[in-house]
T-cell receptor, first 114, second 114 residues
Framework: NAGVTQTPKFQVLKTGQSMTLQCAQDMNHEYMSWYRQDPGMGLRLIHYSVGAGITDQGEVPNGYNVSRSTTEDFPLRLLSAAPSQTSVYFC?????????????FGQGTRLTVV | AQSVTQLDSQVPVFEEAPVELRCNYSSSVSVYLFWYVQYPNQGLQLLLKYLSGSTLVKGINGFEAEFNKSQTSFHLRKPSVHISDTAEYFCAVTVIQGAQKLVFGQGTRLTINP
């Protein structure tokens, strides 16, 4: 099993550019989420989804959009990149409705906005 | 809302010494508790979790954690660390109701010196 796959691994953007971070999982997990990791702040939830067609905001959603058209994919869109969005982004998946279940993480995307 | 505080941002220890990484949480409802580990340039993986029952839980790589409800703590311990334990460790909680969200602490960077 590939688990959770994120692409790209590294990206440099100019301020104002847009891009999509890709996330795919092959474990048939209903629940998927996006986090950003910043030094000294741990991981903060951006958006999450409990199934195809259902998304909701997390702790820091501003500047990001998501959609969930399939169970497998959960892309994160930056509409107009800002230097404050320089971070490492992680996608995670787990079984929905199982609050005690393990979350599986991708390898991360390191994004720099200049 | 729930929150997690990891009391040490960095912990340096010598190889074969014991280590304790401290975690306190705050929540008005019951929670599940987790420790995740992030090795350099990798995603997070589950180390151990507390759901119910015995307050001492054992995880992978010789780590264990003790749940203390009265002190709302979930400290991680290992009696003898190895160079390969160098990583960042994250404590996380999820509430046992409502939206299925993992809330992370700020992380503790464990550095093992030879």
């Amino acid at each position: 099993n590939a688990g959770v796959t994120q692409t790209p691994k590294f990206q440099v953007l100019k301020t104002g550019q847009s891009m999509t971070l890709q996330c795919a999982q092959d474990m048939n997990h209903e629940y998927m989420s996006w986090y950003r990791q910043d030094p000294g702040m741990g991981l903060r939830l951006i958006h999450y989804s409990v199934g195809a067609g259902i998304t909701d905001q997390g702790e820091v959603p501003n500047g990001y959009n998501v959609s969930r058209s399939t169970t497998e994919d959960f892309p994160l869109r930056l509409l107009s990149a800002a230097p404050s969005q320089t971070s490492v982004y992680f996608c995670a998946s787990s079984k929905a409705g199982h609050w005690n279940t393990e979350a599986f993480f991708g390898q991360g995307t390191r994004l720099t906005v200049v | 809302a729930q929150s997690v505080t990891q009391l040490d941002s960095q912990v340096p220890v010598f190889e074969e010494a014991p280590v304790e990484l401290r975690c306190n949480y705050s929540s008005s409802v019951s929670v599940y508790l987790f420790w995740y580990v992030q090795y350099p340039n990798q995603g997070l993986q589950l180390l151990l979790k507390y759901l119910s029952g015995s307050t001492l839980v054992k995880g992978i790589n010789g780590f264990e954690a003790e749940f203390n409800k009265s002190q709302t703590s979930f400290h991680l311990r290992k009696p003898s660390v190895h160079i390969s334990d160098t990583a960042e460790y994250f404590c996380a909680v999820t509430v046992i109701q409502g939206a299925q969200k993992l809330v992370f602490g700020q992380g503790t960077r464990l550095t093992i010196n030879p």
